[in-house]
């Protein structure tokens, strides 16, 4: 009885570890079944993290690894690790600084301290800020070095992942934005141009070079400030789509009119933090999705004339109107705004236009009349932080904004 019970129990746990082998065998049948489905299905995720007025972007790259490019203002770390940790991000394979303002590198020491870094790009240039002082003792309490980010220096170049630094190009410029590291990546037939607060001095040293600037999405520069995107970069780019990190109700102005004008005229697509909050960009390496519908970016406000501002230049403070028709336009009492400062000048009687040529006007304690410049005023008009302008006709309709 005792050699017929030992044999039932050799029988029984022989089938029972048959069926464990089997199970286990479907498991990893499904598991293989799983890997395949996302090998064939590898995605980019590009997450435009709503900080407010302020930037800090995750990719997801297709290969496993994570890319941050800055980190939002002090107020924000928070919000920004819990949102890696809801994604179950442990490493940052590249931690990118674009440039040493508060509202980008402010939650970078705080992200630093809680994840695994793996690498750090900055450009070569420093600031005297508690946010950049905390940033740098961050780094190297980690026992991590800085990498120095600068035109030329590919992150990674696989067969169909490429991770190219395009700028900064010089050495030193004036404006701290103009150190922005620009970065390019490329999966498969899709690209991306991640731009920090570049301003259009950098945009026009980009468009002198050899590099391939064209990209499905362009993050648009410096929160859409006049100061960035200028018709000629946006054309070389070419997006389909472009992202606004932005706060709402800012007091910048930000993005401004002229701006949204630009990607409207090239019929691109426009996203905004600010309107729609995170924003994430999809790629599956033939084209991209998104997260949110595009924004409407169509104003039935202006009418239509061949009058157009064509340049606001808040440092120079001057401002020039062109004239595309083929006959001279009278423009006495029409008015010319600044939007932040709401100023508005009146054009005095007999004021024209020619054919093809530009009005120029200019203010400020240097400006003087010339030969096509008529002089606003001796004080100081533009906010260098941020304007735009609006031209009104005689009858008070919106003719141009800028």
């Not at 049948?29 to 435009?48: E, G, V, W």
């Not at 203002?73 to 920004?80: M, T, V």
């Not at 750090?120 to 002082?133: A, E, I, L």
């Amino acid at each position: 009885m005792t050699n017929k019970k030992l044999i039932i129990s050799f029988i029984i746990l022989l089938l029972i570890s048959q069926l464990n082998y089997i199970y286990a065998e479907e498991d990893i049948r499904d598991t293989n079944l799983l890997n395949q489905s996302t090998i064939k299905k590898k995605l980019l995720k590009a997450h435009f993290i709503d900080v407010g007025q302020a930037d800090s972007t995750l990719i997801q790259l297709p290969n496993n690894q994570n890319i941050l490019i800055d980190g939002g203002n002090n107020s924000d770390a928070s919000l920004i690790i819990r949102y890696l940790n809801n994604l179950h991000i442990k490493k940052i394979d590249y931690l990118i600084a674009t440039h040493p303002h508060e509202d980008h590198i402010g939650g970078l020491d705080d992200i630093i301290n809680n994840f695994k870094i793996n690498k750090v790009y900055m450009p070569k240039v420093s600031h005297t800020s508690q946010s950049f002082k905390d940033l740098l003792l961050s780094i190297s309490n980690k026992g991590l070095k800085i990498n120095a980010a600068k035109a030329g220096i590919s992150l990674l170049d696989d067969n169909k992942l490429h991770i190219k630094i395009i700028a900064p190009i010089k050495n030193y410029y004036e404006e701290l934005n103009n150190y922005s590291v620009i970065a390019k990546i490329t999966f498969d037939k899709t690209s991306i141009l991640f731009t920090g607060d570049t301003e259009s001095e950098v945009e026009k040293e980009l468009l002198d070079t050899n590099y391939n600037l064209e990209a499905d999405l362009l993050k648009v520069a410096h929160h859409g400030s006049n100061s960035s995107t200028t018709k000629s970069f946006l054309k070389k780019v070419n997006p389909k789509y472009a992202v606004i990190s932005v706060g709402k109700n800012n007091n910048y102005g930000h993005p401004t009119k002229s701006t949204l004008r630009k990607l409207q005229q090239e019929d691109i697509k426009v996203f905004r933090t600010d309107k729609q909050g995170t924003i994430v960009a999809i790629s599956n390496g033939k084209s991209i999705s998104f997260n949110k519908k595009e924004l409407s970016t169509k104003d039935s406000k202006l009418i239509d004339s061949p009058l157009k501002i064509t340049k606001l230049d808040l440092k120079k403070e001057l401002v020039i109107i062109k004239n595309s028709s083929n006959k001279k336009l009278d423009i006495s009492n029409w008015k010319l705004i600044s939007l932040r400062g709401k100023q508005e000048f009146i054009f005095p009687k007999g004021t024209v236009i020619r054919p093809g040529k530009n009005l120029t006007i200019v203010s400020g304690r240097r400006a003087k009349k010339a030969k096509g410049q008529i002089v606003w005023t001796k004080k100081y008009i533009w906010n260098n932080q941020g304007d735009f302008a609006q031209l009104y006709n005689s009858k008070n309709q919106l003719v141009s904004e800028y």
